[in-house]
């Protein structure tokens, strides 16, 4: 039945399941692939500084949020993150109950933005502002994704 046609009767209502196949491919845009280069080769985070207002920002991005210009200036950081927040999480993807994980936001002084990653720790040692660095894969088992960083540890 074309989708223009009335129903005049309850009955002629019908539905099927099926599926569309359907397939996606996401960059990481050009700021993004040079974070994710960086990640890979050097195991550090590229960060982005905006000429106008001085500000910088991690992950890597082409623009300020600030003053909408294009930053072209990124430097690996070297400092190491703090934990701005986190919380515990007791349910896998699905809902199932799991073993709780600890999920850090890491911010960076004098950084805007952060990284969002587990913590390699128990719950109870976390706290706000404790300083932490990231875990990574061995170089030659890194791709250049967020997976590359396998949780964040106290230092
Ligand atoms: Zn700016």
Redesign the pocket.
Known sequence: MPILEKISQPSQARHWTDSIPLEYHYTAGVAGEAFRQELKETGRFLISK??????SYVPARMF??????E?KETKPLEKPGYVYSFTVVNRNRTGEPGEPVTILLVKFEGVEGGIIHKLDAKTSDVSFGMRVSPTLKNPDERTGALTDILSFRPI
């Open positions: 905006c000429a106008k207002c001085k500000n300020c949020p600030s003053c909408f210009v930053m």
